[in-house]
């Protein structure tokens, strides 16, 4: 249960909002809006050097990582081979005598 003090604060609270209006915007604020969006697309312009860069960075990025791929997967294929090779001679596991 609420006490009457609280009640009293809520009530308070309540008609503070009653007079409150919307505020009115400024005249110009969509000339302002526009000549902003202009500044901004007026200094995001690329240059045909900036795009080359760019590009040549993402093309430098990708060639890496295929390099490094190809490079994992070829040191991996001998391994994989040399631990069957170590498992066959373990276990006596001949391919050419078969054993009935």
Known sequence: MATKNTK????????????????PANPFL???????????KADTIYTGK???RFALAA???VVLN????????SERIPRHKATIEEFATEYN???DIFNY
């Open 66 to 73: 295929v390099a490094g791929i190809y490079k994992r997967e």
């Open 59 to 61: 093309a430098v990025i």
């Open 93 to 95: 596991i001949n391919q």
């Open 8 to 23: 009293n604060k809520i009530e308070k609270a309540f008609q503070s909002l009653d007079g409150i209006e919307r505020s």
């Open 50 to 52: 900036a795009v080359f």
């Open 30 to 40: 969509y000339g302002k809006v526009l000549n902003r969006i202009q500044t901004l």
